[in-house]
């Protein structure tokens, strides 16, 4: 499924049988954080873990209390502990190098490619755009 060409409500409810998801781990916000939340079951959660998108999640006031839901935000951030913030990172770093987690790349460029790179995001392909800072 692709999120930029797939139906994502018709998509949800065809897997859950049109009962929707208990939970949604939403960290873009914005129109993908109010196209998600058609698909909220009933006692369903959403945890608001960021804004990628720069804008924030739209909740409405009606929606959660009919549906009875409930919305928390997260925001981690490095200032509340560093000690825990670098055991994280190491523990994610750990995990990619062990091939548990993986980002697909999409495009990579070269540092001078940069401007390139941001007009380009504007209908970004597949994968994650990396820019190589030294040469290779």
Known sequence: M??????LTTRIDEITGG????LIYEPVGGDTAATALKSIARNGRIAMIGIASGAYVPL???GILLR???AVAVLATPHADPATEIAVWDRLANLAKQGAITTPVGTGYGFNEVPRMITELAAPGAGTSVVRVAPE
């Open 2 to 7: 692709h999120y930029r060409t797939d139906d």
């Open 19 to 22: 009962r929707g998801v208990d």
């Open 60 to 62: 409405d006031s009606m």
């Open 68 to 70: 009875n839901y409930t």
